[in-house]
């Protein structure tokens, strides 16, 4: 059950700097409240009150509001006019969409002078025989009824009063009837619906119970706002469950080599050139940095923007170490340079000692040290390299396999 609270009633009161005391006009439609209560101590200089749009089905503890002149109590599930006459200064009344049945409640509001307009289109009483005429003989002080304007002729013909009355206390006793073989109707359909859904995850019991026909009553309406509510008040971490469970994020393929994806679907520039890559993403210019995550690695660039990757998968290595990022306070766009690993500097010699010719990799400045030492003569160089590593066993054969299937020379094209 939602209740007006004092948190609620200041949150629509921002007009008037948070002060409910001197409120004039306050508005709580759409609240799904389902009992009016406090309104009348806290704010009793109101003098317009909508209330339209709940599950409001009694009205009542309003009779404080002296000043209040507008009333709208629109889309609500009041069945009976009642506990207004109070409301001296009350001018405008409107009761749309309601479930009024017993029309000679209206006579209630006799003592309300003040009212000239009164609105009670769309609820089942004005489908009674003599409807206007009861409603214009029983509120002489009316001027408008569901926005058309009382004439001096349709004063003139409504008639006699109490012989109408009794007309309409016929149509009130039918329609009771009615309406208390519909509670019984609701009620096991409700029990019916609950009993047939409980086998079916949320989903399904979502779309079967907005599938299902239903009657137009005060008490299907409270059974919809309770599951709309259940299903809003869902925790959001199994939301976030649900949505990670539908999305399945694929990066890498089988044997390891990345993907380039784009899934913030941004605007990039891509420069090779020969001693570093250049790449310069078009981030949005007013996103906060905080929001976005680089990671480089020796084989790939991943940025991470408000959840969603952008992965580039690279050609030739990068030097992780010296790679730099830096963002334009003008554009907003991110440039990222990865120098690559320079693989010219590895010079492949063949091993002299032992038997079992083994290729030895040596780097390029080390054996240019060796070289510039004045004790070691230029034939014996290799004799001065030690540490030698056999290089042809490090791969194994299913990751030379799966190496054969992903082509070095082409990069995925983006997901």
Known sequence: ??????????????????VIGTLEELSL??????RIEHIGR????????LLQSNLISKIENLHMLKRLEYLNLALNNIERIENLDGLESLQKLDLTLNFIGQLTSVESLRNNYNLKELFLTGNPCTDYPNYRNYVICALPQLQTLDGQDITRTERLKAGDFQKTRSLILLSETAYQIERDEQKIRVAQSIIDQESSVEHLDEEQRTTQFWQQKSEHCPETRNFMAKYSRRAKETPVSSLESLANKARKRILFAECGRPYSVNEPKLTFMFHDEDHQYQIDLHVFKYLDTSYIEVDVQPNYIR??????IFQLALKEEVQTDKSSCQRSATTGHLLIVLPKLNAQNVSFQQSTRGNNNKLVVFSQ??????????????GNI??????TVDYRHIVSKSQETCNAQCD????PPLI
């Not at 940025?303 to 969603?308: A, L, M, P, Q």
């Not at 400045?365 to 230029?378: C, M, N």
């Open 42 to 49: 806290w704010c009793r200089e109101l003098k317009i009150l």
């Open 29 to 34: 439609h759409q609240e799904d409240i389902e």
């Open 382 to 387: 290799a004799t001065e390299l030690k540490g």
């Open 408 to 411: 070095e020379g082409e990069i």
């Open 303 to 308: 940025v991470t923007i408000k959840g969603k």
């Open 1 to 18: 059950m939602v209740r007006i609270t004092e948190q609620l009633v200041r949150k629509r009161s921002e007009h008037n700097e948070l």
């Open 365 to 378: 400045y080390f054996i240019s040290t060796i070289a510039a030492r004045e004790d070691v003569q230029p």
